[in-house]
């Protein structure tokens, strides 16, 4: 049964890989990234303007109008992290890890370049009259199926450093129901969108497959295979 639901509590964000067409690129080792320590996600639709016509007859008075409505494009985004997640960051802006002599990850060089884009979801926590809902409707999922990130600034301080990426989701009609599944089918196939967003159950945990596998609250993980 529908419910009236609020939502806070922005509890977990994770990033995949694309193909050049949009479609996820499946059984894809490092191919996704997650972080359960994200502090805000701004969402900030962007549109483009109508026309307006007005002809004018040879007596001075107006003959014709029209005025074509507003478009939305997409949007822009800005994701704000707690933690400085570098495998998260490097998958997010399509730049270069840093690797010890250990083979571990611990850096990431910024470059000039624009990555290529990436699946973009991100999950809060769904209320009800200021109570949490209980499952299957535990959080709103919000997926954004083509995302193209930039580093934004960034404050050393002394207090915690915040992670900010600045983000332009783009409208796609190929994602289908995302690298892990989880997008519902119901959405229309074929039909073009930049944001969507719906109640569940499912969100990464540290301690459930295939998130354990780095026994960590961030970093890379494995994109699965195909269960479509």
């Known amino acids: 049964m529908y419910g009236c639901y609020t939502s806070a509590d922005l509890c977990a964000v994770r990033i995949s890989a694309l193909n050049a067409d949009g479609t996820p690129i499946f059984s894809n080792v490092d191919g996704s990234a997650y972080d359960l320590s994200p502090i805000s996600l701004q969402i900030n639709p962007t549109s483009s303007a109508g026309d307006t016509f007005e002809q004018r007859n040879g007596c001075g008075d107006i003959c014709f109008t029209r005025t074509n409505a507003d478009t939305n494009t997409g949007a822009d985004l800005v994701l704000q992290l707690c933690q400085i997640d570098y495998e998260f960051i490097a998958l997010a802006l399509g730049t270069s890890i840093i690797i010890d002599g250990s083979a571990e990850n611990i850096g990431v060089a910024y470059g000039t370049a624009t990555g290529n884009p990436v699946e973009f979801h991100a999950w809060a926590k769904t209320y009800s009259d200021s109570s949490a809902v209980a499952s299957p409707r ?91």
């Open 138 to 228: 535990t959080y709103v999922h919000h997926v954004f199926p083509n995302v193209t990130w930039t580093v934004g600034s960034q404050t050393l301080q002394q207090n915690a450093r915040i992670v900010t990426l600045n983000g332009t989701a783009s409208a796609s009609s190929t994602i289908g129901d995302g690298g892990f599944g989880d997008i519902p089918e119901t959405i229309q196939p074929g039909i073009a969108y930049y944001w969507a967003e719906f109640v569940a159950d499912d969100i990464p945990v540290a301690t459930a497959a295939p998130y354990n596998a780095n026994g960590l609250a961030c970093g890379y993980v494995d994109t699965p295979a195909n269960d479509s």
